[in-house]
């Protein structure tokens, strides 16, 4: 096998993957991915689309930030060199929908974050902001329109498909014909209102 040079950083887990990627470079037949035995520390997780509501519990689970969402886009997004395979993840998604899969995946693939799943975002209808994901939006229009009390009419119902800011405006615009809006406040009376009665009754005595 042919001496090779390279500088060890601090990660551990940098190390053995670029000992075993010179190693695989030598081997008589190379693999570019090769499989570990269940429990192993390094290996890649998937996602049953399906059933994925995007929920993103398993990004604030795993401990490694193997798996991250994307600020901008509703995505799950995961990189498999950053996987310990502790099993976080599929013990807290709440669908059940995360397989876990032992291996050494020595590609640059492993080191890129990739798409487990995406969804089209939804857009408020006020502002165009993107918030959320379109079909958990949807589905929560579905449970509350016209079953609910406080979202029987279609300008309430709107009012689901609106980010955050655009919501407490629009609330407050229409709050005329809100059961929380208060009645009008009455006219402050003040001592000057009392005396000017009192002085327009003594005139008006006077004068009969
Ligand atoms: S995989 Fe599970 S935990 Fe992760 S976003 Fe989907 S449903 Fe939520
Ligand atoms: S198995 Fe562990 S390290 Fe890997 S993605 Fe899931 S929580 Fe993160």
Redesign the pocket.
């Known amino acids: 096998m042919a001496a090779h040079a390279f500088i060890a950083s601090r990660d551990k887990r940098q190390v053995a993957r670029t000992a075993a990627f010179l190693l695989n470079a030598d081997a008589p037949s190379q693999q570019d991915v090769i499989a570990l035995p269940d429990g192993a520390p390094y290996g890649r997780i998937s996602?049953?689309?399906e059933?994925?509501?995007?929920?993103?519990?398993?990004?604030s689970?795993c401990p490694m930030g193997a798996?991250r969402d994307n600020p901008d886009l509703p995505q799950?997004r995961f990189i498999e060199q950053d996987c310990v395979q502790c099993g976080l993840?599929r013990t807290?998604?709440?669908?059940?929908?995360?397989t876990l899969e032992a291996r050494l995946n020595l590609t640059n693939e492993a080191m890129s974050p990739a798409i487990?799943?995406e969804e089209e975002p939804a857009e408020c209808t006020r502002c165009g902001k993107a918030f959320g994901t379109k079909s958990s939006i949807e589905r929560i229009v579905a449970q509350l329109a016209g079953k609910h009390s406080m979202f029987q009419s279609e300008d309430a119902q709107n009012l689901i498909r609106m980010c955050d800011d655009c919501r407490i405006i629009q609330q407050t615009e229409n709050m005329a014909g809100e059961p929380f809006a208060a009645a009008p406040r009455p006219t402050v009376r003040t001592t000057a209102d009392d005396l000017a009665e009192r002085e327009a009754a003594r005139d008006k005595s006077k004068d009969n």
């Open positions: 996602i049953n689309t059933g994925c509501t995007m929920c993103l519990a398993c990004v689970a798996i799950v993840c807290t998604c709440p669908e059940s929908v995360i487990l799943n």
